[in-house]
């Protein structure tokens, strides 16, 4: 059994993801900023821990992450507010890192977004363009940390049903992006199975290939 501590526990993917890692026998803690949120995260078979990341200290997360085998960060502010977004999806994602470093948790997946990066190319004017820069500075940090690290990039989010199947690494204006969250979950499972992934970051959208084999390195 892993122990797998998952930020943004109340999220739709991360409540995916529970409710798959407990059907698989893995032990998960569910980090949620509001207390109310508990019954939906135990629901799942998780144990749910109030932590508030957004004002939590490094050394705070690093004692609540402290025994786990892996962390998932699925955590978001939700948009709208930028100061928020930086607060969130870019200050307290590093200190989660720097948190799981100082804890002796050396496994970290990082849920982001298909296009993900500095060239993201989303206009300064554009509501999106605080996410996508939070995004592209947490990303690059975990990229240069020791961690075993994997950013996963799912594209465009839907509540279709999920159906195993990805493709990965699409190319940019070409097809759907569509990415049901199930699907998500489902690949971030998988990762956390898959210790050949770290260094890894994996883009991909709802596909044809079943996510075992679309998780094989290419040759």
Do not use: C
Not at 49 to 57: F, I, K, M, P, Q
Not at 124 to 151: H, M, S, V
Not at 154 to 167: E, H, Q
């Amino acid at each position: 059994m892993t122990r797998i501590a998952i930020i943004g526990g109340h999220g739709k993917v991360a409540l995916h993801l529970s409710a798959l890692l407990t059907d698989e026998g893995h032990s998960v803690t569910s980090f949620i900023r509001n207390p109310e949120h508990a019954g939906d995260v135990a629901a799942t078979g998780a144990t749910p821990s109030v932590l508030d990341v957004e004002n939590a200290t490094t050394a705070e997360i690093a004692d609540a992450l402290r025994g786990h085998d892996a962390v998932v960060w699925s955590a978001g502010a939700g948009g709208g507010n930028p100061e928020r977004t930086y607060a969130v999806d870019r200050d307290a994602a590093i200190r989660s890192m720097d948190a799981a470093a100082e804890a002796g948790v050396g496994r970290y997946i990082m849920v982001s977004y298909l296009g993900a990066g500095p060239d993201h190319g989303v206009p300064a004017d554009n509501g999106f363009f605080p996410y996508a820069e939070a995004k592209a500075a947490a990303d690059e940090y975990l990229r240069g940390t020791q961690l075993a690290w994997t950013i996963l990039g799912p594209g465009s989010l839907t509540d279709k049903p999920g159906t195993g199947r990805i493709d990965v690494d699409p190319a940019p204006g070409q097809g759907s992006r569509e990415t049901s969250r199930s699907n998500a979950a489902i690949v971030a499972a998988a990762v956390l199975d898959l210790p050949e992934t770290a260094g890894r970051i994996i883009e991909f959208r709802d596909g044809t290939l079943p996510v075992s084999a679309a998780l094989q390195p290419v040759a």
